[in-house]
Structures are given as structure tokens and as C-alpha cells.
């Protein structure tokens, strides 16, 4: 099992950065596929981004491409996503997953067994 604890939500004008972290325990983390979700008010939880165990491999939805990064540190037990140029429609909780059983990167919330709390960004028009 492991706990994921993210950091580094806030509130941020349009076109500024942020990065979020997401810190996990135990000493198994290099074997999960970990993945960043969203939530906004009143719609269903999407996916934003996952890495690959060893972190060769990364997926991002549409929307994000081009401005934000995930990456992670498998020594350091942290996955983290480099936010640039915010927009508004980003405004949302932001969950940490990861996923022991999927063989490759996942965007489908059903593969991730566990959850981080969430942090909130702001993005101000």
C-alpha cells in the first residue's frame, strides 16, 4: 500500500506556472505508474498526466500538452507536474494516483488503486 500526499496548490494569475508535488510512502514507489487527475465544480474527475515506472515514458491529455510536465524521482519517492502559461479552464483540484497493476500508462481512473487528497489550483483571469 502507499499514501500519497500532495503540495504546492494555489492561486495564480493567467499565464504564471505552478508545480504541484506529490509525495509517496513506502519503498516500493518505483513500482507504480503514477498519474495526475483534476477535478473542476460540477464535472467528473479527468485525467491530465502519467509517467511510466522508471519514467521513460509520459502521456498527457490534449488540452495540457505543451504546458505542463510530470516527472518523477524514484529515489526521492516524489512525482511532480510543472504547470506553465495557466489558464482559467485549469482551475481544479489536483489528485495524485498510482497504479500497481496496469502494465503500461494509464488515463482511466479505474487503474489507479490509490489516491492523494487533492490540492486546489486557481487560475485568475
Known amino acids: 500500500q502507499v499514501q500519497l500526499v500532495e503540495s504546492g496548490g494555489g492561486l495564480v494569475q493567467a499565464g504564471g506556472s505552478l508545480r504541484l508535488s506529490c509525495a509517496a510512502s513506502?519503498?516500493?514507489?518505483?513500482?507504480?505508474?503514477m498519474g495526475w487527475f483534476r477535478q473542476a465544480p460540477g464535472k467528473e474527475r479527468e485525467f491530465v498526466a502519467a509517467?511510466?515506472?522508471?519514467?521513460?515514458?509520459?502521456y498527457y491529455t490534449d488540452s495540457v500538452k505543451g504546458r505542463f510536465t510530470i516527472s518523477r524521482d524514484n529515489d526521492k519517492n516524489t512525482v511532480s507536474l510543472q504547470m506553465n502559461n495557466l489558464k482559467p479552464e485549469d482551475t481544479a483540484v489536483y489528485y495524485c494516483?498510482?497504479?500497481?497493476?496496469?502494465?503500461?500508462?494509464?488515463?482511466?481512473?479505474?487503474?489507479?488503486?490509490?489516491w492523494g487528497q487533492g490540492t486546489q489550483v486557481t487560475v485568475s483571469s
Open positions: 509517467i511510466s515506472r522508471a519514467g521513460l515514458n509520459t
Open positions: 513506502g519503498r516500493t514507489f518505483r513500482s507504480y505508474v
Open positions: 494516483a498510482a497504479s500497481s497493476s496496469t502494465p503500461t500508462i494509464a488515463k482511466d481512473l479505474g487503474s489507479y488503486d490509490y
